[in-house]
């Protein structure tokens, strides 16, 4: 009896002890983000934000590969554009319901043998403006993080583009078609100090 009750609580234990591990890898990441951010906004990494972090936001999209799209012009926050290339759709499913995101490649950054298999999903929510912000977010890739025709998509790693922080950037706009009617509360925040 006390093997079996050692065995339940023991197995009890584990995804608790997983998500635990999960939130602290998520903390790890913002730390190092941040870090990355000192040379941008030196101090003012205190005014960086999180949503919590929430397991949730971390889902499992299967990826379509899309073949021959055409070159085109990606708008950026300064009016200048960027030549990029639609490569993926990627579906997944969030608390129930079903939505599909684009992944783009930046010609300027596949052109380069240092960033040639990086790729991103630029996103809108019903978070930007408000809570998030107000030209979208980021997620970035490289492409051997799609196995077997999957993609793990975790919002709680979803970034500002630079021009949240200081002007003078081109921050690429994410197309309409990434945008979610959903709120996603995950990932960075409005920039917390006002420097606009």
């Known amino acids: 009896m006390k093997f079996i009750l050692a065995f339940i609580i023991a197995f009890c234990f584990v995804p608790a002890f997983s998500q635990t591990e999960y ?15 000192t040379e941008i906004i030196q101090k003012d990494t205190a005014f960086v934000r999180f949503f919590p972090i929430d397991p949730s936001y971390k889902v499992l999209g299967t990826v379509k590969r899309l073949e021959g799209e055409p070159k085109f012009k990606m708008a950026t926050s300064s009016g200048i554009t960027k030549e990029a290339q639609k490569i993926a759709a990627v579906s997944f499913e969030l608390n129930g319901n079903s939505y599909t995101l684009y992944a783009y490649q930046l010609l300027a950054l596949r052109e380069n043998k240092q960033y040639h298999d990086n790729f991103f999903i630029p996103f809108f929510d019903a978070t930007n403006g408000d809570e998030s912000y107000g030209g979208g977010r980021y997620l970035d890739f490289n492409l051997p993080d799609i196995l077997n025709d999957r993609l793990v998509i975790d919002f709680n790693k979803a970034y500002n583009p630079y021009c949240a922080f200081k002007t003078g950037y081109n921050c690429p706009i994410p197309p309409r078609e990434n945008g979610l009617k959903v709120a996603i509360r995950a990932g960075e925040k409005n920039y917390g100090k006002s420097n606009h």
């Open 23 to 37: 939130v602290h890898s998520i903390e790890d990441y913002q730390s190092n983000y941040k870090k990355d951010l």
